[in-house]
């Protein structure tokens, strides 16, 4: 595998800054995760999470502006790279790939 | 809704915590991040609740992702560039030669002090090493004693012995391996037709496979072993035959092994050994072994256990339980004395329990309570060691406050260099490197130097110290390290605060040349008043040891010990006393002979019937206290015409009578019970110091008792007339008595050597105090020259406008003599405290008085002043219109 890896929780991570499509910043995510998964999710995790990402070169970071209920301090928002893109995109494909293998889809017993 | 919020705020310390610990590039956005969440919080589950979820999400960033620093986007400076480096060396040497005066004051004072330091290394190094060359340390022990009352309380100890318990301990306990007994004799040894008197060892055979004396020639376990064989040291060897292979040669010694008494003839010894010189850390220095010999009868007189006169040394096996050993000793020692205990305490009343110990060989040399004695040498003093280091302490002190004082002050002219260096790039951590640097080099030059003065004042501090160091020590891994130590601290001491003050110099002050460093330094005002007060503390100790010193020497005695000699003679008999005071007074220039028994007695009796009083005993006849001029002050002398006097009176003096309470004392009984005999008094002798000033004068009985023996006897000649006078006596010795060495001594020569320690410690003390007097003064000289140079302008202004000569030159001399007078509010009750410490230690000793206070303060002043005049003379004088003129 070519690819680099990525946690399931980068993962999510990863996916939700793509959704908010550049207005992706701490407190959004950890709102937005919270609110698709329903975990508890922690800024503290959100951050080391896009701190990794960063690292990995999957995210890039610009500072937003100034909100008066951050006191006055400003937004470190993020986008998705080319690279992060790509990454994502593999990812789906070798999922895809996978559930278009199975000879018998399974339904929920329980639908919810 | 945003006026309500404003006054809901997240907690303030743990935004104060973050701000502290997580690293500044991240703290924007975790701050806002959470903020932002906290608003959101307060909105949906009210300010409480939100608080709360603060602090756990505050908390959740300590963690070392965010605290991690970013990484400097620049490459940091070079710390140990090439170049630099040579550019530090260039500086150094520029700055030292160019500023002779203060790097002459550096070095000479670091190395005096180094010096003194590097001695005190030596010497301690050699008092730890004491005795360890023994390959059979640490299973070498001393045999030691303590006596119990029947209470169980300790009453006293003792580190001798008798012949007794070597051998049956070693007889009895098998974890002791062997055992040496080691007892010290003088005997007279003939070479020729010259006799000598010589310390002789006597020691049991297993001497060399206990303790690691190497031999030249000879079996070391068998050199021993034969009854009239005998183990001299190299340099023996080559005084009595003048080589050292003298194997199976002989020396004549007179009496036999095993009798100690008088009256023999010589006997002939076979060199079985040759040894080398005893190491001189050792307690055990010998020059002539013989054999230990004892009669059959001496081991089975059950009261020889109460016999005590010598050492006996145990070897225990490897890994045995000292204090099972010390039961099982005292387990056969009560099993085989106790017919001898029952009957001490029947005949004298002796009812303290004995118990035996054992001392590990190495701790003697130093141990207060059970030193080397009685044949084991060079015992030291702990506190010597103390006062020596507390001394070398003060003077290196004194020598690194000098280069912190003199750098620092001296700054202010590389305040420029410190600015051009931090302009173009130098960081303070390059800067504290130069100036650490520097000090080492300083340092380093000082410790050559005082390696130097180390082998110069060697000898000198040997005599002191009564050592025989060498520098050849050195070569000792542990001694190097003590001393590179000694040479790394001294340079951190003295380097570092300067470094740490000129690295932190602003650049932009120093370069526009507003620096002005004030004269009212706290930190040099500190280091003077400490110097001095170090300074002054040592001079009140050394006039206190001085007048001590002075007061023992000239103290009245009592009794007059001018003219006097001193001759030994073993078992002077009662004919030969008057056969050498016949011969003796025919010479004009003797006035009197009197014998007195040899080295000092003790004795107890019983007074008023019961009261027991112990004494010093002397056995005289009736010319004695005449001839030292002591009167009787009530009844009469001895008469050598009343027979009647040595069986049946004797003479006590004033302190006797006070302690036996007697109104009358003249016919009181003396009850010598033991002995059976009760003597009348017959006269009270005036009190005498017949010791040293270190012991209060005691009871003290005289008797001219026929049983006991003189040793002694002593002359009084008329002034003037000593050549001839012991000419005369020699000759008459010799003549009456060939076989015995003849010695003699002025009696108050030998009452001045009894101070020989006070007198070390004088000369000790006085070393002491003129270095730190003169590194201190050395010190303040710089800090005059400064001062002087710094306030050249203002000298020029206030010459011009019409101050005198006097009055400049007392304003600068007042600045530091200030110093030195606040030193004394500290040095005085320090100094008061410690000689009257000191002088507890003597029971006949002068009062503190003011008097020598104030010397010593006018000593320190007087010499503070001298040094500082010199410079602030040297610039009231100058001419105003040199320092005005350049701008």
């Known amino acids: ?112 | 809704m945003k006026s309500d919020d404003r006054n809901i705020t997240p907690p303030a310390w743990a935004d104060k915590l973050l701000c502290r610990i997580c690293a500044p590039h991240l703290l924007e956005t975790i701050l806002g991040d959470l903020h932002e969440e906290f608003n959101f919080q307060v909105s949906q589950v009210g300010p409480r609740k939100a608080r709360l979820l603060y602090y756990r999400e505050a908390l959740g960033f300590l963690k070392l992702r965010y605290i991690k620093r970013q990484k400097s986007p620049y490459s940091a400076t070079f710390t140990f560039s090439h170049d630099m480096i040579r550019n530090y060396f260039t500086i150094a040497w520029r700055t030292l030669a160019h500023n002779k005066v203060y790097s002459f004051i550096n070095v000479i004072g670091l190395s005096i002090g180094l010096a003194a330091a590097m001695l005190i290394l030596l010497y301690t190094k050699d008092e730890v090493s004491f005795d360890q060359f023994h390959t059979n340390n640490p299973n070498i022990y001393r045999i030691t004693s303590r006596s119990l009352s029947i209470d169980g309380k300790k009453v006293g100890v003792m580190g001798n012995t008798g012949y007794m318990p070597g051998p049956k301990f070693a007889a009895g306990v098998p974890e002791i391996r062997s055992f040496v007994r080691y007892e010290e004799q003088q005997k007279d040894i003939k070479n020729g037709t010259e006799i000598k008197s010589e310390k002789v060892y006597r020691v049991d055979s297993s001497f060399f496979s206990v303790f690691s004396f190497p031999l030249l020639s000879g079996n070391p376990e068998t050199a021993l072993s034969q009854t009239n064989s005998i183990v001299i040291s190299e340099a023996m060897a080559q005084k009595y035959f003048g080589s050292t292979d003298v194997l199976g040669k002989t020396i004549l010694i007179k009496g036999n092994a095993d009798k100690a008494y008088e009256d023999e003839r010589f006997e002939p010894y076979t060199v079985t050994g040759v040894a080398q010189k005893s190491p001189q850390n050792s307690s055990i220095k010998f020059d002539i072994l013989v054999p230990m010999v004892t009669n059959h009868g001496e081991m089975e007189e059950s009261s020889n256990w109460f016999s005590v006169f010598m050492n006996t040394f145990v070897l225990l096996e490897p890994g045995a339980n000292v204090s099972l050993v010390e039961k099982k000793m005292n387990l056969i020692y009560n099993a085989d004395a106790k017919e001898a205990i029952r009957e001490m305490a029947q005949k004298y009343g002796f009812k303290d329990q004995n118990q035996y110990a054992l001392q590990p060989f190495t701790a003697m040399h130093l141990s207060a309570d059970l030193p080397g004695d009685n044949g084991l040498v060079d015992h030291s003093d702990q506190k010597l060691s103390y006062i020596l280091t507390g001394i070398a302490i003060f003077i290196l002190l004194i020598a690194c406050i000098n280069f912190i004082n003199l750098t620092v002050a001296r700054s202010l002219k590389r305040a420029k260099e410190i600015g051009v260096r931090k302009v173009v790039g130098g960081g303070r951590i390059q800067l504290i490197i130069q100036f650490l640097g520097e000090s080492f080099l300083l340092c380093f030059a000082a410790f050559i130097f005082a390696l130097v003065i180390v082998q110069l004042t060697l000898p000198t501090f040997n005599d002191l110290a009564n050592k025989q160091l060498a520098l050849s020590y050195l070569f000792d891994i542990k001694l190097i390290m003590g001393y590179l130590g000694l040479f790394l601290a001294t340079g951190l001491l003295a380097g570092f605060y300067p470094a740490l003050v000129l690295s932190g110099y602003n650049p932009v002050t120093t370069l526009y040349n507003r620096l002005a460093l004030s004269g009212k330094n706290q930190l040099q005002t500190s280091l003077v008043v400490l110097q001095f007060t170090i300074a002054s503390f040592l001079i009140i100790g050394t006039l206190t040891i001085r007048s001590q010193f002075d007061y023992l020497i000239h103290y009245d005695l009592g009794y007059n010990d001018k003219h006097m000699i001193r001759v030994e003679k073993s078992n002077l008999t009662r004919e030969e006393v008057k056969l050498l005071r016949q011969e003796l007074v025919k010479d004009p220039n003797i006035l009197s002979v009197a014998p007195k028994n040899p080295g000092r007695w003790f004795n107890s009796a019983k007074v008023n019937g019961e009261t027991e009083i112990s004494f010093a005993y002397e056995t005289i006849d009736p010319e004695f206290l005449p001839m030292i001029e002591v009167p009787v002050l009530l009844g009469r002398n001895f008469s050598a015409d009343s027979p009647g006097d040595s069986s049946r009176y004797v003479l006590v003096n004033e302190t006797f009578v006070k302690k036996a309470g007697w109104k009358n004392p003249v016919g009181q009984v003396v009850d010598f019970w033991f002995n059976n005999i009760k003597y009348s008094v017959a006269g009270v002798v005036k009190d005498y110091h017949y010791t040293d000033l270190n012991e209060k004068i005691g009871p003290q009985i005289f008797t001219m008792k026929a049983g006991n023996t003189y040793g002694r006897f002593f002359v009084k000649i008329k002034p003037g007339t000593e050549t001839t006078s012991l000419r005369h006596i020699k000759e008459t010795y010799t003549r009456l008595f060939p076989l015995n060495p003849y010695a003699y001594k002025f009696l108050d020569d030998d009452n001045q050597q009894r101070y020989e320690s006070e007198a070390k410690w004088k000369q000790i003390m006085l070393f002491g105090t003129i270095l730190t007097i003169f590194i201190s003064c050395i010190g303040l000289f710089g800090l005059a020259t400064l001062a002087a140079q710094r306030r050249n302008k203002e000298i020029g202004i206030r010459k011009v406008m019409g101050a005198s000569v006097t009055s400049i030159a007392r304003l600068l001399t007042s600045d530091f003599l200030k110093l030195v007078c606040i030193s004394f509010v500290f040095a005085f009750p320090l100094a008061y405290y410690a000689i009257d410490k000191w002088l507890q230690n003597y029971p006949y000793r002068v009062d503190i008085s003011a008097l020598l206070f104030l010397e010593a303060a006018l000593l320190a002043v007087i010499v503070a002043f001298l040094t500082v005049s010199f410079q602030s003379i040297r610039a009231a004088l100058m001419n105003p219109a040199d320092s005005l003129r350049s701008e």
Request: zero cysteines.
């Open chain 1, 1 to 112: 595998m070519n690819r680099a890896y990525l946690g399931e929780f980068e993962e999510i991570v990863l996916l939700t800054v793509a959704a908010l499509d550049g207005t992706a910043y701490g407190v959004i995510l950890t709102h937005e995760i919270a609110e698709q998964t329903g975990r508890a999710v922690k800024l503290n995790q959100i951050h080391s999470a896009l701190q990794r990402l960063e690292e990995k070169g999957m995210v890039r970071s610009d500072m937003g502006e100034p909100t008066a209920e951050r006191g006055g301090r400003r937004k470190r928002l993020y986008s998705l790279t080319a690279y992060g893109q790509r990454t994502l995109q593999q990812v789906r494909e070798v999922r895809e790939n996978l559930w278009s293998r199975f000879v018998k889809p399974f339904k929920l017993a329980v639908e919810i």
